[in-house]
Every structure is written in structure tokens, then in C-alpha cells.
């Protein structure tokens, strides 16, 4: 009985000290999202390390149109250790670059844990698009997987005589995390890296579902409908006129937002959701031009119109601007793919764009973890207790966050490294 009350007791203790190391602060998703991680909570990275941009040619045949004249090199990061390290790729979210915020904390991060690290663009950023995307049409998981297979490789060969390396990781968020599935599934078959663990972080069930979700967030929240989104615009402009008055500067970073919030108190879940909304709409603006440029399909810019480097482009934004991803599916996305697999019906495309269509391969991949957060904003419903039913154990979730906004928080942080050290705690 001492024995059994003891064990208890140790097994309390461990689960109070679990539940009071997460202290993250924002208990409504909208406020996670847009809020991120104040410096308070976030994890301990260094300032600076070692970072090299690198450039690569994909397509060596492939003319680049002249409105995109600098976009001629496919280009991603890369730190490196001076002795034998694992090597981990990262893949960035939904429209966001090698270089942008959440890359750079993974980076720094896998960096100070002792990885070389290499940080790839999103296949929905404009300089995937341009100069490594196979299709120019990019959202296909599969297509999408096999480009960034692809510029692995060629990274790879770029790097390999720089650095020693004892094994392969890999990892993304968002829309990245999907993609590393699917490309951890590819590598299954072609070998080339045999990646020994790969973590997916915050990732979409169904991609289809959470760019509705985000579409929604814009469309069902500015008063009125998009047709009244400059004056929505003029009503954030007013705002932050007034957060100029309150803070007497103006600065587009998590802890300026964090102490905005603490002095204004929060804005409405309403206003929050317009603004992810907004954002959402702004990366796949650029996506949707690239990729109707690219594929020539006669989408926004009239089809075999070339455009120039001096060529005005303000009213094809505007359209690009007013483009749910619903259009751009119907509308681009899913003609091209019809007109390379004649026959697929929209709902086949829709259920390829899913985790469930690799479903046996994620429930049988022990060395794929996933870590997420209950109130998630891209995920329908259903689609958390989904991810458990496939991952189980190998499921962390987090009781709040919303979509990735935890993603710098320092116990969050510390599972992401853990995972790949195999240390405790990591659902291995």
C-alpha cells in the first residue's frame, strides 16, 4: 500500500509540475494567432547564429518571366555546425518565406539544440513558385511534396561537402507540417535522406476545410461583406492611429502587440478573425498571381499576355485581392489538374489535399509525431479528435495556442527539440 501511495504520489507531483511549466497566456485562439508568444513566455534563443543565405538554380531550361526578373534563383538558409551534427530541413507555412518570424525561432532553436539546419520557403511563396515549382500551380500536397523533395536534394548537393552529418530530420508548420508528411511518405520510396524522425507542427487535416476556414474569417467578419473592406481598412488604419496616441510608437512585433493588448484590453473576436483573415488573403494574393502568371492560365492576367518589369500591375492585384481560394480552386487550380489527370472529379482532388489520403502511412510511421493545440483555428470539426485517433501517443496537444501562436512559447520550444533529441517527455 506504501508502495502504491508513493507512486501516486510521484505520478502528482510529475503531472502538476507538466501542467505548470505550460504557461502560455492567451486562452482564445483568435488572440494566440494574431499575438504569438510575448517575450515572457517565450524560449531562450540566441540573437544571432550563423546563417547563410544560399541561392540554386531548380529548372536550369526555365525562362522567368520578366515581371518576376528578381526572382531568378531559388533561395533558402542554411546553418551549419563545425562538427558531425543531424541535419534537419524546415518547411515554412502558407505563403511565408525561409526568412520569416516562425522559420527564424525553429531555426535558431534547432541551431542552439546542435543541428545544421536548412529553412525552405513554402510552395505557395513567390519564389518557390517562380523558380521550383514544377506546375506553377502550387496547393497539390503530392506536387507540392515532390518540388520540395526536389529542392532537398539539390540543397543537399550544395552543402554536403561543407558539413558532416549523421542523420536526417525533418520538420514543418502549418501548411509545411502536411507537406512533411507527405514528404517523409515520398522518401519512403526514393531513399534519399531516410529521415529518422519528422515532427509536424499545427498542421491542416484538410487543406480544402482550414483555406475555407480562413477565407471565412475575412468574408464573415468585415461589416457588411468584402464589398465593404476599405472601409474595414480605414477602421484598422483608425486603430492603429490610436495605438500611435497610446504607445507614442508604432511597432509590427509580438511584444509591441502583447503590451498593446495589455493597455487596450482585447479587441473583439470578431475584428481578430478579420485580421487573419486579412493576412490569409494577403499571402494568397501573391499566390494566386504567381501561379496564374506561371501557368499562363487566363485566370487574372488575360492568357499569353507577357508581362514586363515595367508593366502596371494594380489592377490585376485588385482582382488577385477580391480571389478566395475557392475561385482560385475552381477557377485555376482545379482545370489544371483536370487537364492533367483527365477524369478527376473535384471531390478526389479535395480528399488528395488531406492528410486521410495517406492515413495507413501516418498511423503506421512511429517515427512521425505531431504537436498541436485544442483550439486551433484551421482545424473543422472533428478534425482534433482526428489527429488523436491517428497519432495517439504520439499526439502532444496543448490546451490553447490557436495556429502556431505558441509555436516561440519555451516548454513548446522544448518539445520541438526534444522530439528529435528523444528525450523525455517527446512521445517517443
Known amino acids: 500500500m506504501r508502495k502504491l501511495l508513493l507512486m501516486l504520489f510521484i505520478l502528482l507531483l510529475t503531472s502538476t509540475a507538466w501542467a505548470s511549466v505550460y504557461d502560455y497566456p492567451f486562452i482564445n485562439g483568435y488572440e494566440a494567432t494574431v499575438l504569438g508568444t510575448p517575450s515572457l513566455y517565450r524560449a ?6 550563423p546563417s547563410k543565405m544560399m541561392e540554386l538554380t531548380v529548372f536550369a531550361e526555365r ?28 518547411i515554412a507555412g502558407t505563403g511565408a518565406s525561409f526568412y520569416s518570424a516562425k522559420m527564424r525561432v525553429l531555426q535558431k532553436a534547432f541551431y542552439q539544440a546542435g543541428f545544421h539546419v536548412i529553412c525552405l520557403s513554402s510552395p505557395t511563396y513567390f519564389n518557390f513558385i517562380v523558380t521550383a515549382s ?30 558532416k552529418v549523421s542523420e536526417f530530420y525533418l520538420t514543418g508548420y502549418s501548411l509545411g507540417a502536411a507537406q512533411a508528411a507527405f514528404v517523409a511518405k515520398l522518401d519512403e ?17 484538410s487543406l480544402y476545410n482550414s483555406v475555407k476556414i480562413l477565407d471565412g474569417m475575412l468574408e464573415d467578419n468585415i461589416p457588411g461583406g468584402l464589398d465593404h473592406f476599405y472601409e474595414f481598412w480605414e477602421e484598422m ?10 504607445m507614442g510608437y508604432i ?13 487596450k484590453g482585447p479587441p473583439s ?10 493576412s490569409f488573403r494577403i499571402s494568397s494574393e501573391n499566390m494566386v498571381f504567381a501561379a496564374d502568371v506561371m501557368s499562363n492560365a487566363g485566370f487574372i492576367v488575360p492568357k499569353n499576355r507577357v508581362l514586363s518589369a515595367t508593366d502596371p500591375l494594380t489592377d490585376y492585384v485588385k482582382v488577385a485581392a477580391r480571389t478566395s481560394f475557392e475561385d482560385y480552386f475552381d477557377g485555376l487550380f482545379y482545370p489544371y489538374f483536370a487537364s492533367q489527370h483527365p477524369g478527376i472529379s473535384k471531390e478526389a482532388l479535395i480528399e488528395s489535399m488531406s492528410l486521410k489520403s495517406i492515413e495507413l502511412y501516418l ?66
Open 269 to 278: 473576436e470578431e475584428f481578430l478573425a478579420a485580421l487573419i483573415g486579412i
Open 237 to 246: 488604419m483608425r486603430r492603429l492611429s490610436e495605438t500611435y496616441k497610446l
Open 134 to 163: 514544377k506546375s506553377g500551380v502550387p496547393g497539390n500536397l503530392i506536387e507540392d511534396s515532390r518540388d520540395l523533395y526536389r529542392v532537398m536534394q539539390l540543397a543537399w548537393e550544395q552543402v554536403k561537402d561543407k558539413i
Open 63 to 90: 525562362k522567368i518571366p520578366g515581371v518576376f526578373w528578381y526572382q531568378n534563383k531559388f533561395r533558402y538558409s542554411f546553418s551549419s555546425q563545425k562538427g558531425e551534427a543531424p541535419l534537419i530541413f524546415v
Open 363 to 428: 498511423q503506421r510511421a512511429r517515427k512521425i509525431g505531431l504537436v498541436t493545440n485544442e483550439d486551433d483555428i484551421i482545424l473543422a470539426p472533428g478534425e482534433l479528435d482526428y489527429l488523436v485517433k491517428v497519432f495517439g501517443a504520439r499526439a502532444k496537444i496543448y490546451p490553447n495556442g490557436g495556429h502556431c501562436g505558441n509555436i516561440a512559447e519555451k516548454n513548446n520550444i522544448n518539445y520541438i527539440v526534444g522530439f528529435f533529441r528523444n528525450e523525455r517527455g517527446a512521445g517517443q
Open 251 to 263: 511597432e509590427f512585433t509580438e511584444n509591441f502587440l502583447y503590451d498593446v493588448y495589455r493597455k
Open 44 to 49: 531562450a534563443l540566441p540573437e544571432k547564429i
Open 189 to 205: 520510396d526514393r531513399r534519399r535522406f531516410n529521415f529518422r524522425k519528422v515532427l509536424m507542427i499545427n498542421p491542416p487535416v
